[in-house]
C-alpha cells in the first residue's frame, strides 16, 4: 500500500507540475488576449468607435514592416515572426528593414550606459524633457505631441480610433501597408490608388477616390518601398482641402534623410489648425530602431483621442530610449555623417546596378527600389543563402527587390552575392 500511494503521489505530484509549467507556457498568449481584450474594452469607451464588438488579437500585436505580408501568404501573426528572414549561415548584409547601419551617436550610447543606474525609475521627467524639446524645436504646443514606443503603436492607435467603425482609408500602392493592413482587420476597407507612372503619389486620383465613407487618407512621404517623395507644395495644398473633410496621415518616417527636412515636413500645415497627423520616428536617422521611440504632431483633439488607444507616456518608453533620443535630438553632426555615409554606399550600389545592366528608382532615402529579372521569391532566397537579407515586391507585374541601405561592407556583400546571380 505504501508503495501504491507513494506511486500515486509522484503521479500527482507529476500532474501538478505538468499544468504548472504548461500554464507558464500559455501565459505569453494568455497575455495577448488580455491585452486585446483590454484594448477591445477601451475602444468601446469611445463613442466613436462604441460599435466595435471585438478586435482582432492580431490587430493588436506587433506587425513591424508590413511588407512582408505582401510576399507571402503569411497571415499577419506569421508575418511578425518572419519580419527578420531566416538567414541561413551568417548574415554578412542586414538589408531588409531600412535600419540604419551606423547605429546610435556616440553621445547617444555614452548617455544610455550613464542612466543605468536610474533604470529603476519611470522615465516621467525624462520624458518630460525630451517633448520639451520636441515642442520647442517644432514650435508647438505639448497637446500637440504624442510620443511611443516607436511610430508603429501610433500607427496602430489611428487606425483603431478612426477605422473602428469601418469606412475606408485612401492610400497610395504601394506604400507602407501598415496602417490600412490594421485598418482592414477591424473592418475598414482599404481604397488603393497606384502610384504615377514615376512612382510618386498621384495627389489627383486620391482626392477623387475619397468618399462620403472615407475616415482617414495615409500618405508616406518619402514613401516606403519606393523612395520617392511628394512635391511639397501639392502636398500641402492637397492637405489643405482634404482635410477639411477627412483627417490626412502624413508618415515622415524617412523625412531627415532629406537635405532640407524642415522645408518638407507638414508640421507648419498642422500649426495652422489643419486636421493631419505627422508622423516621426527615432528609428531611421538616429539609428534607434531597437529602443523603441517615435512620436506623432497632430490638433489637440485628435492627440486626445489617439491616447485612448495608444501605448504613451512614462510606462510605454524605456528609459534608454528616452535617454538616447534625448542626446541625439536634431544632433546636425551625427545626422550629416550618417547622411554622408549612405549616400557613399548607395552610390555604391547605384554604380553596381549599372554596371550589371539594371535600372533602379531614384531614392530620396535609405532604402532603392529594382526590377529583378528572376522570380522575386527565388532572388531574395538565393541572397540569403548567400548571407545578404533583403526582400521583394510585385509592382506592375514585375518583380522587384528592396533594398536597405547599409555600411560599405555590407554593400559590397551583397554586390558580391549579386554578381552571381545578375
Ligand atoms: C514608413 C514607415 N512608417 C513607420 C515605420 C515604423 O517605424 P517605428 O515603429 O520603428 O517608428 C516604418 C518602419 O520601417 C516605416 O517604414
Redesign the pocket.
Known amino acids: 500500500m505504501p508503495t501504491n500511494n507513494k506511486s500515486i503521489n509522484r503521479r500527482d505530484w507529476l500532474r501538478a507540475t505538468a499544468l504548472f509549467t504548461g500554464g507558464l507556457t500559455i501565459l505569453p498568449s494568455m497575455l495577448q488576449g488580455l491585452q486585446a481584450k483590454a484594448a477591445g474594452i477601451a475602444a468601446l469607451k469611445d463613442p466613436a468607435t462604441s460599435s466595435l464588438q471585438d478586435i482582432p488579437a492580431d490587430v493588436i500585436s506587433p506587425m513591424g514592416?508590413s511588407t512582408v505580408v505582401r510576399t507571402t501568404t503569411a497571415s499577419s501573426l506569421q508575418a511578425d515572426a518572419l519580419a527578420e528572414p531566416r538567414i541561413p549561415g551568417v548574415l554578412k548584409a542586414r538589408l531588409f528593414?531600412?535600419e540604419n547601419p551606423f547605429g546610435p551617436s556616440s553621445p547617444a550610447k555614452k548617455a544610455m550606459i550613464e542612466s543605468m543606474d536610474s533604470g529603476y525609475q519611470y522615465p516621467f521627467m525624462l520624458l518630460r524633457d525630451l517633448e520639451a524639446k520636441i515642442c520647442a524645436y517644432e514650435g508647438i504646443d505639448a497637446k500637440m505631441l504624442m510620443t511611443s514606443a516607436?511610430?508603429?503603436p501610433l500607427?496602430l492607435g489611428t487606425a483603431l480610433t478612426l477605422l473602428g467603425n469601418g469606412g475606408n482609408i485612401v492610400s497610395a500602392d504601394p506604400t507602407?501597408d501598415?496602417l490600412p493592413t490594421r485598418g482592414e482587420k477591424i473592418k475598414a476597407t482599404w481604397i488603393k490608388v497606384p502610384l504615377k507612372s514615376d512612382y510618386t503619389h498621384d495627389l489627383d486620383a486620391m482626392e477623387k477616390a475619397i468618399n462620403a465613407d472615407t475616415k482617414l487618407v495615409y500618405i508616406?512621404n518619402p514613401n516606403?518601398p519606393t523612395g520617392t517623395i511628394v512635391d511639397t507644395a501639392a502636398l500641402k495644398a492637397f492637405c489643405e482641402r482634404v482635410s477639411k473633410k477627412v483627417p490626412v496621415f502624413v508618415?515622415e518616417?524617412?523625412i531627415d534623410y532629406l537635405p532640407d527636412p524642415a522645408a518638407t515636413t507638414l508640421i507648419d500645415s498642422v500649426k495652422k489648425g489643419q486636421n493631419i497627423i505627422i508622423?516621426r520616428?527615432f528609428?531611421k536617422v538616429y539609428g534607434l530602431?531597437g529602443l523603441r521611440i517615435?512620436y506623432v504632431i497632430a490638433q489637440p483633439a485628435m492627440i486626445e483621442r489617439l491616447g485612448n488607444y495608444s501605448a504613451t507616456g512614462g510606462y510605454a518608453l524605456s528609459l534608454p530610449a528616452i535617454t538616447a533620443a534625448l542626446a541625439s535630438y536634431n544632433d546636425k553632426g551625427y545626422i550629416d555623417e550618417v547622411k554622408k555615409k549612405m549616400v557613399a554606399s548607395k552610390q555604391f550600389l547605384y554604380d553596381t546596378l549599372k554596371s550589371e545592366g539594371y535600372t533602379y528608382i531614384p531614392s530620396y532615402t535609405n532604402f532603392v527600389m529594382f526590377p529583378l529579372k528572376m522570380e522575386g521569391q527565388r532572388f531574395v532566397e538565393e541572397m540569403n543563402k548567400r548571407g545578404v537579407g533583403l526582400r521583394n515586391w510585385k509592382l506592375n507585374n514585375q518583380d522587384w527587390c528592396r533594398i536597405s541601405i547599409g555600411r560599405m561592407d555590407e554593400m559590397q556583400a551583397f554586390a558580391a552575392a549579386f554578381k552571381e546571380l545578375s
Open positions: 514592416d528593414a531600412n516607436g511610430s508603429s500607427l507602407y501598415d508616406c516606403n508618415d518616417a524617412y508622423a520616428t528609428s530602431a517615435g
